[in-house]
């Protein structure tokens, strides 16, 4: 799902101010992220924005063919290519659907409209089993949601906000770090920028990163840094790139090493997949290039 906002919020409104609206809260199994949008229309205004295709396209993308209960559907969120599967559809109350985006990333997303004085209190709940693109996509969601909000108005959505700002908030206020890398750009010299964090000690983490021969000869190419804080580790990659043609390569090779290094501190024995590989290098092409 997260992933898949990035691109999105690149023509959604916002309020210019870096303040997280939402919340992610820890599961056991998992993470949710939890907005709730008061709104001063009737409950059946609300609802037939989340649900008509032509209002969700206003503010989300174009859907195909609409929520029907149990048929897959397709959403277009500015050339961001979404499915899913409607799990329930109660109006004008609850839709409850799957998302899933072309890097192969789930999650379980379930808006509700609830009847209070006044207007309608509108829920949105978003549940993964990971981390990854939380902070991305919770900065992408509150864009959105902004979006809807001058939608319902009759307005259309305002001026772009600083959707990196957000993303950041959002990191410093639920202790978590991105998953996207970022190219940057000091004194000429551009580089790629990482910054994760790791549920594990600094040594560790230290052994878990340089643990691949085969990923040995980037590690040693790039500037790595690692923090301590308390029993979690921040690790910041800044790696020079030589030719901006192999900027979306490189990149995604840091990006799946990054993945893997998590997978092995959890226990489980990483496999970074030709396809993951080339899925993440069209997606870092594509927002390098908007950048």
């Given at each position: 799902?997260?992933?898949?906002l990035t691109?999105?919020?690149?023509?959604?409104?916002?309020?210019?101010?870096?303040?997280?609206?939402?919340?992610?809260?820890?599961?056991?199994?998992?993470?949710?992220?939890?907005?709730?949008?008061?709104?001063?229309?009737?409950?059946s205004y609300?609802?037939?924005?989340?649900?008509?295709?032509?209002?969700?396209?206003?503010?989300?993308?174009?859907?195909?063919?609409?929520?029907?209960?149990?048929?897959?559907?397709?959403?277009?969120?500015?050339?961001?290519?979404?499915?899913?599967?409607?799990?329930?559809?109660?109006?004008?109350?609850?839709?409850?659907?799957?998302?899933?985006?072309?890097?192969?990333?789930?999650?379980?997303?379930?808006?509700?409209?609830?009847?209070?004085?006044?207007?309608?209190?509108?829920?949105?709940?978003?549940?993964?089993?990971?981390?990854?693109?939380?902070?991305?996509?919770?900065?992408?969601?509150?864009?959105?949601?902004?979006?809807?909000?001058?939608?319902?108005?009759?307005?259309?959505?305002?001026?772009?906000?600083?959707?990196?700002?957000?993303?950041?908030?959002?990191?410093?206020?639920?202790?978590?770090?991105?998953?996207?890398?970022?190219?940057?750009?000091?004194?000429?010299?551009?580089?790629?920028?990482?910054?994760?964090?790791?549920?594990?000690?600094?040594?560790?983490?230290?052994?878990?990163?340089?643990?691949?021969?085969?990923?040995?000869?980037?590690?040693?190419?790039?500037?790595?840094?690692?923090t301590a804080?308390?029993?979690?580790?921040?690790?910041?990659?800044?790696?020079?790139?030589?030719?901006?043609?192999?900027?979306?390569?490189?990149?995604?090779?840091?990006?799946?090493?990054?993945?893997?290094?998590?997978?092995?501190?959890?226990?489980?024995?990483?496999?970074?997949?030709?396809?993951?590989?080339?899925?993440?290098?069209?997606?870092?092409?594509?927002?390098?290039?908007?950048?």
């Open positions: 799902m997260e992933s898949q691109g999105e919020l690149q023509r959604v409104s916002a309020s210019h101010r870096a303040e997280p609206l939402g919340r992610i809260e820890r599961l056991r199994d998992g993470y949710v992220l939890a907005f709730d949008r008061q709104f001063d229309y009737p409950r609300v609802w037939n924005l989340l649900t008509e295709p032509t209002q969700v396209a206003k503010w989300l993308g174009k859907l195909t063919p609409g929520w029907e209960l149990g048929k897959e559907y397709w959403l277009d969120m500015g050339g961001d290519l979404s499915s899913g599967t409607v799990l329930q559809l109660n109006p004008p109350t609850s839709l409850q659907i799957t998302f899933d985006d072309s890097m192969g990333l789930e999650s379980l997303l379930e808006w509700r409209v609830l009847k209070c004085d006044g207007g309608a209190l509108f829920q949105l709940r978003a549940r993964s089993e990971t981390s990854a693109f939380l902070t991305e996509g919770a900065a992408g969601w509150q864009l959105i949601l902004d979006a809807l909000d001058h939608v319902a108005a009759g307005r259309p959505p305002g001026p772009d906000a600083d959707w990196a700002a957000l993303r950041d908030a959002y990191a410093a206020e639920f202790n978590l770090s991105h998953t996207m890398g970022e190219l940057e750009t000091t004194d000429g010299v551009t580089m790629i920028h990482f910054d994760r964090r790791f549920e594990a000690r600094l040594p560790t983490v230290k052994d878990a990163l340089t643990a691949d021969p085969s990923q040995q000869p980037r590690v040693e190419q790039a500037e790595v840094d690692f804080s308390g029993p979690a580790t921040m690790v910041t990659v800044r790696h020079v790139v030589e030719d901006p043609g192999e900027a979306a390569a490189l990149m995604a090779q840091w990006h799946a090493h990054l993945d893997a290094v998590g997978v092995d501190l959890d226990g489980d024995t990483p496999h970074i997949s030709v396809r993951k590989l080339r899925v993440l290098e069209d997606f870092y092409r594509a927002n390098t290039a908007a950048e």
